[in-house]
């Protein structure tokens, strides 16, 4: 039997290790970016029918954009039918941590919670007491108890943890993890609870286009990885030939690429390693020049700046915009999204609102302020509450979009890369 996982809410990084863990892409569902038909066609596409299909929430479990929880996990749950495994904080409580369960329960009847997890436990005995406490109060089993970890499991920075791809003996924290969790979790009967739930009826093939295909690059490297699989797909469905090129090896862009996009990631880890590769950046600043579309989030943003300073250092970058970025040590911008189109730009009608997500600690110092494309109804976007930064062909903003919820984006920047000269 098989494992998939999906991660609710935007974010790249759990996703990463998601993936890791099963062997494949993790998928994120959010209903804000997607609605609650997409994010339920995007589950029923890449579920396991017969496996063990894991969404990972987001904060609490009834936490969402409001007062009354919209778009928490709790509504994603309903949406899709699934039931809930509570992972509970039983750090210096017993009793208490069967009354938050109870809470959980009677706020929303309908929801099935179908297990707890007790995490950070001091020992046997604590874990005894709590688990004869939830299941007395609540009926509700107790499926596992995770005891404290001496130190953190997987490994951190400024933006949380490391990616997969930049964690060094990741066959040993596999090991390590794996010690961790064995005989602590009763396996059995969460696939038992997975087994109950009806297989997601498969949604209807989506279309692809026919015909010569455009060539796109795409930075992708342990400093660019925040790439949604569905964008990728989603270029490619629209006509797209995807090229990944490294911005750490001594390489220009490879010849024949039409347009470019650059996803987010951690530039600021490896400004010395980007900055002494200027054959790359000499080629992103003569593509610009030269008007390839270029499609650029956050990193991408902080990459064609003309440089990012961070922790006394400043390093040179490809110099496509005119203004340098400074990393701080308090996000500038975290949490949803949403833009509308207002002005001309290379790629989106005027009047296109566009849903998304931003979690930075970069902001914009020195330099001119060029035009934007966008007005920001939410959200910190780049500056004077506008976001798009506009460079001739160059769209360079804060704000990650997720396909699935704008479906303009891939055929738009596939456009721009057949119209191209």
């Known amino acids: 039997m098989g494992v998939r996982a999906f991660k609710k809410g935007p974010d790249y990084i759990d996703p990463a290790w998601l993936g890791w863990a099963c062997g494949r892409p993790a998928r994120n569902l959010d209903s804000f970016l997607m609605g609650f038909d997409g994010a339920a066609d995007s589950f029923a596409r890449h579920a396991d ?10 904060r609490g479990l009834y936490d969402g954009v409001d007062s009354r929880g919209t778009h928490s996990t709790a509504a994603l749950a309903r949406a899709l039918a699934a039931p809930v495994i509570l992972v509970v904080n039983a750090a210096k409580v017993t009793r208490t941590a069967a009354a938050s369960v109870l809470g959980c329960r009677m706020l929303d009847p309908e929801l099935r919670i179908a297990g707890v997890v007790l995490n950070r436990i001091a020992g046997e005995r604590h874990a005894a007491v709590l688990r004869e406490a939830i299941q007395e109060v609540c009926s509700i089993p107790v499926l596992g108890a995770l005891p404290r970890a001496g130190g953190a ?4 920075r400024h933006l949380g943890l490391v990616t997969p791809l930049e964690c060094a003996g990741i066959a040993e924290l596999e090991r390590e993890i794996v010690a961790f969790a064995e005989g602590r979790l009763d396996l059995e009967a969460i696939w038992n609870i997975a087994a109950g739930v009806p297989a997601p009826a498969s949604p209807a093939a989506a279309a692809v286009a026919r015909g010569v295909r455009v060539r796109i690059g795409y930075l992708r490297d342990r400093a660019f990885s925040f790439y949604y699989p569905e964008n990728l797909e989603a270029l490619e469905a629209a006509g797209a030939e995807l090229v990944p090129v490294s911005s750490l090896l001594p390489n220009a862009l490879p010849g024949g690429i039409r347009a470019l996009y650059i996803g987010g990631g951690f530039p600021e880890a490896h400004g010395a390693a980007l900055a ?5 950046l000499g080629s992103l600043r003569a593509a610009a020049a030269a008007g390839m579309p270029i499609w650029a989030e956050c990193g991408g943003l902080m990459a064609l700046s003309q440089a ?10 490809a110099g496509v915009l005119p203004f340098e970025v400074e990393v701080l040590a308090r996000p500038q911008g975290h949490g949803y999204a949403v833009l509308r189109v207002d002005r001309p730009n290379p790629f989106l009608p005027e009047g296109t609102e566009l849903r998304g997500h931003e979690f930075h600690y970069s902001r914009i110092t020195e330099g001119q302020r060029p035009e934007t494309a966008c007005a920001v109804l939410r959200g910190a976007g780049c ?4 976001d798009g930064v506009i460079v001739g062909n160059v769209w360079a903003g804060y704000t990650h979009l997720h396909a699935t919820g704008a479906p303009q984006w ?4 596939v456009r721009a890369a057949r119209n191209w000269p």
């Open 276 to 280: 002494a590769n200027t054959e790359l």
């Open 383 to 386: 500056y004077h509450g506008r």
């Open 410 to 413: 891939a055929s738009a920047l």
């Open 308 to 317: 990012i300073r961070w922790r006394g250092d400043r390093w040179a970058m």
């Open 49 to 58: 029918p017969v496996g063990l299909n894991l969404i990972e929430g987001n």
């Open 153 to 156: 499991l997987l490994p951190t």
